[in-house]
């Protein structure tokens, strides 16, 4: 695992973002096809706008899935990630080889099985994930399931987690936030073979110092990246100020 602090959050996503392009053409270049994991919320702002924005990527090639999604929000709502990745991404790049999106709204159960078959067929070159105020990974709430190899699974979110999202804006109140989600499983999220995890801000500043610093935990679930041979972690001053 390597980590980089950078002065902000925009040099911190710059960073990333140049590292996660580099990792796409590579895979491109190699193998004539990319796949990608993409992740969402305000950690991720900057370095979805800077990869957006490298015209040297060729999308077409790229497959692209996604982390996680509440279980019953309508793809309208402010918080919804598939509305997310359109309006910050997808919108913003070339027509992707394919984009598997997670609908949150048909049966969980028959949408997690859907994605797990596409996605054991698609080994990942590249997931761009962070790390949540409570230590999560993806919506891998602690004490998040280390064993389970079913690539996407359904979650209960914890309180900690509803109420971060409700301190950056997507939703009024707790009670708002779905109870539930359909997340990528953190083994499947292990197999890709990079990890750029991007993690700004002072307000993740205690996950960082938790989950880095810590012995490998589920009840510190990004504690699993310690373990994976090509992570790389970038941070602003403010999230790194605990290490």
């Not at 959050?9 to 994991?37: D, M």
């Not at 049966?107 to 994930?129: K, T, W």
């Not at 602690?142 to 301190?167: G, H, K, M, S, W």
């Amino acid at each position: 695992m390597q980590v980089h602090v950078y002065h902000d959050s925009i040099a911190t996503g710059t960073a990333a973002a140049e590292n996660a392009a580099a990792l796409i053409k590579h895979a491109i270049n190699t193998n004539g096809v990319a796949n990608i994991i993409l992740a969402t919320g305000t950690s991720q702002f900057n370095i979805l706008q800077h990869l957006a924005a490298d015209a040297t990527v060729e999308w077409s090639y790229v497959n692209m899935f996604h982390l996680d999604e509440y279980i019953g929000l309508p793809v309208a709502h402010v918080a919804s990630f598939r509305k997310y990745l359109k309006e910050r991404f997808l919108d913003l790049v070339p027509p992707l080889k394919a984009v598997h999106l997670i609908n949150g709204e048909s049966d969980a159960a028959s949408e997690c099985q859907r994605l797990s078959l596409i996605i054991s067929r698609h080994p990942i070159d590249a997931a761009l994930v962070g790390i949540g105020e409570n230590g999560h990974l993806a919506f891998n709430d602690p004490p998040a399931d280390f064993d389970t190899q079913d690539p996407y699974i359904i979650v209960a979110l914890d309180e900690a987690c509803r109420q971060q999202q409700v301190n950056e804006g997507w939703f009024a109140a707790v009670p708002d936030v779905p109870s539930h989600a359909i997340s990528m499983s953190v083994n499947q999220i292990m197999l890709s073979a990079n990890i750029i995890c991007t993690v700004p801000g002072m307000r993740k500043a205690i996950a960082v110092q938790q989950c880095l610093k810590q012995p490998v935990s589920n009840l510190f679930p990004a504690s699993i990246l310690q373990e994976h041979p090509n992570c790389a972690i970038y941070l602003d001053k403010d999230s790194a100020s605990l290490l």
